[in-house]
């Protein structure tokens, strides 16, 4: 389903984010971590980890996950998901890329 435009927030050029990886965008009370993947895409969670509130912005990429920074716990980027043995999930927000801006929904 295509979204009503003026649910897009520009972010940032592509170029702000060096590959593999993050940005913390702060909106309102949200603060989001904008993570950019080896091949280009972007991906976006609530930049607060389901375990003890760890920064997933400052967490390390691997492959399509991120590793949060304080105990390691292994998070899924496209849908927030934890990797099992460890339980939760993370608000993820859609992301598109036009013309090199990027752009984040916030429904
Ligand atoms: S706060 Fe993220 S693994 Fe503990």
């Known amino acids: 389903m295509t979204k009503a435009t003026e649910n897009w927030i520009e ?12 940005r913390t965008v702060n909106i309102g009370n ?43 716990w292994r998070i899924h ?4 998901q934890v990797a099992a043995p460890d339980q939760g999930c993370v608000k993820t927000y859609s992301t598109k890329i036009e013309h090199g801006i990027v752009f984040l929904d916030l429904e």
Do not use: Y
């Open 77 to 80: 980027l496209e849908d927030g």
């Open 11 to 22: 972010i940032c050029s592509l170029d702000e984010i060096p590959p593999s990886q993050a």
């Open 30 to 72: 949200a603060s989001i971590a904008v993570f950019r993947l080896s091949d280009d895409r972007i991906k976006a969670l609530e930049n607060r980890c389901p375990h003890k509130n760890g920064p997933l912005a400052e967490g390390i990429i691997s492959g399509d996950d991120v590793l949060c920074p304080l105990h390691n």
